[in-house]
């Protein structure tokens, strides 16, 4: 079992960069290949990027391709989000997640742990 924290989220205007920050505890962080996700209000949760176990792979979700980049330090056990040219459309709770089977899935299901999320708000 992996306990997932994630922190980062905040308020900003549109334009600009957060990072996004996710701490895994529990078993060894290296056998989880990870994802981000997000959820808008009154939207369904949507794949935002995943990375494989070592980080040599990243996909992104069309709508954040060339803004957002995910990457993982397994000496830390904590996966980024890094978001930049951030826009109003990108306001949603951020969760990270982990999977033991699936490398790179945009599907939740096929992620077995889940952070309790963190709000990111984009103004105008």
């Known amino acids: 079992q992996v306990q997932l924290v994630e922190s980062g989220g905040g308020l900003v205007q549109a334009g600009d960069s957060l990072r996004l920050s996710c701490a895994a505890s529990g078993r060894t962080f290296s056998h989880y290949a990870m994802g981000w996700f997000r959820r808008a209000p009154g939207k369904e949760r949507e794949f935002v990027a995943a990375i494989n176990r070592s980080g040599g792979a990243t996909y992104y979700a069309d709508s954040v391709k060339g803004r957002f980049t995910i990457s993982r330090d397994n000496a830390k056990n904590t996966v980024y989000l890094q978001m930049n040219s951030l826009k109003p459309e990108d306001t949603a709770v951020y969760y990270c997640?982990?999977?033991?089977?699936?490398?790179?899935?945009?599907?939740?299901?096929?992620?077995?742990?889940w952070g309790q999320g963190t709000h990111v708000t984009v103004s105008s």
């Open positions: 997640a982990a999977s033991t089977r699936y490398s790179g899935s945009a599907y939740p299901v096929n992620y077995d742990y």
